[in-house]
């Protein structure tokens, strides 16, 4: 599957003010999003499958690929297109054993040394950030800024995703650092009309990709 990264949504229903999970993800879809990321954070393994195979029936619909964070046995019980690990998950050569070679896995990065890493050992693509303060991630240091993502992006060869605190406002300067595409959660899912605020991200967007 050829996998367009260029707008990413990863999920958190925290935003979502009692909306369903199934028409954001519809709605979002609409506007432009290319690749979506079920992150649910302290729920029960049968709560996780149930909202992953909701979105996955979307996903399913809009053939757009489907990504688990961090939980391969959710990833594998959908069949999700793949997962992404942060750098405290499962190593990623124990990962592809698992998933096998067809599923892609993505790998956060927060400095160069982590990105060379994960691409010397197989993974598909990179999240790359936190590029600025976000409010979605609590557990983060300092973020790596623009200068640390362009030294990111020139040092390597697989497709990239950035990260953390990434908006309207700000999407052209990242998208110029030379990413695939942006990653965000806020941005789209905390909007009242997500059709619409994913519509001008994706319009922004397609002026950086070739």
């Known amino acids: 599957m050829a996998i367009d990264y260029s707008l990413y949504l990863i999920t958190d229903r925290s935003f979502l003010n009692g909306r369903s999970i199934a028409s954001c993800i519809s709605e979002a879809i609409e506007g432009g999003v290319t690749l979506i990321q079920v992150r649910e954070k302290n729920i029960s393994t049968r709560e996780f499958f149930k909202v992953a195979k909701e979105v996955k029936e979307v996903t399913n619909k809009y053939n757009v690929p489907l990504i688990i964070n961090d939980r391969i046995d959710i990833a594998l019980a959908i069949d999700a297109d793949g997962v992404h690990l942060g750098q405290s998950d499962m190593p990623i050569e124990m990962a592809r054993k698992i998933l096998g070679k067809d599923k892609i896995i993505g790998i956060s990065a927060g400095s160069l040394s982590e990105a060379l890493e994960a691409e010397k050992n197989g993974a598909d693509y990179l999240g790359i950030g936190t590029v600025f ?49 942006i990653s965000l959660i806020s941005a789209i899912l905390a909007n009242d009309n997500i059709e619409n605020s994913s519509r001008d991200l994706i319009n922004i967007i397609h002026n950086y990709i070739k």
Request: hydrophobic share 35%; with cysteine; proline share 4%.
């Open 133 to 181: 303060f976000t409010g979605t991630k609590k557990d983060i240091e300092e973020p790596i800024g623009l200068d640390g993502l362009k030294e990111i992006v020139n040092n390597i060869k697989i497709p990239s995703v950035a990260i953390g605190g990434i908006n309207k406002n700000n999407c052209e300067e990242v998208m110029s650092s030379g990413v695939n595409g």
